[in-house]
């Protein structure tokens, strides 16, 4: 079974630090892309960001951009997001997915998702 | 940034009724890298179509997408009890991968 499994969320100080993994079962995982994607209560999708399967091809949205990290293990089969400074809104629950399709074959929409890591930012 | 807007925020329907979704994008959408999704409370989004008309694998076929360039739609031919739920449009062809804000399918 094609799976992928969020950890490491919680709650932390605005200014502080909090690492995710995603960590990926049941298919090839260096053969795929990496997104991770987050959620704020009551509100939309906010794609956050994209790691290709060797690493070297690596993505923001602005809104996080200098302050979060995407990386992969690919000996582990994980992708992690180094989320620092973080503040109150980015409180969110955070997914990571992957694309219905490996990288060598056409690019889709986001097939494979984990069950979110809640991350809360609060004084 | 591709800024996708969809419409209506809201829909009203009763099953067994037709329902179609519309997503414009600020900008051209390349190879019509186009998605939709669809999320229920407390659940993770589920992929329904890709490139714009591709139906995702298990995908029953009363769910159709159409379009090109910047203008696209989703439509459930007749809507199940199911499928009262969010739907979101995504482009996933330049970074960032932007979504749309959402269109809410509920009970008449």
């Known amino acids: 079974q094609e799976q992928l499994v969020e950890s490491g969320g919680g709650l932390v100080k605005p200014g502080g630090s909090l690492r995710l993994a995603c960590a990926a079962s049941g298919f090839k995982f260096i053969d795929y892309n990496i997104n991770w994607i987050r959620q704020a209560p009551g509100k939309g999708l906010e794609w956050l960001s994209y790691i290709s399967p060797s690493g070297g091809a690596i993505f923001y949205a602005d809104s996080v951009k200098g302050r979060f990290t995407i990386s992969r293990d690919n000996s582990k089969n994980t992708v992690y997001l180094q989320m620092n400074s973080l503040r109150a809104e980015d409180t969110a629950v955070y997914y990571c997915a992957r694309e219905l399709r490996p990288y060598f074959e056409i690019l889709t929409g986001f097939y494979v998702w984990g069950q979110g890591a809640r991350v809360t930012v609060s004084s | 940034e591709i800024v996708l807007t969809q419409s209506p925020g809201t829909l009203s329907l009763s099953p067994g009724e037709r329902a179609t979704f519309s997503c414009r994008a600020s900008q051209f959408v390349s190879s019509n890298y186009l998605a939709w999704y669809q999320q229920k409370p407390g659940q993770a989004p589920r992929l329904l179509i890709y490139g714009a008309s591709s139906r995702a694998t298990g995908i029953p076929d009363r769910f159709s997408g159409s379009g090109s360039g910047t203008a696209f739609t989703l439509t459930i031919s007749r809507l199940e009890p199911e499928d009262f739920a969010v739907y979101y449009c995504?482009?996933?062809?330049?970074?960032?991968?932007?979504f749309g804000q959402g269109t809410k399918v509920e009970i008449k």
């Open positions: 995504q482009q996933y062809g330049s970074s960032p991968r932007t």
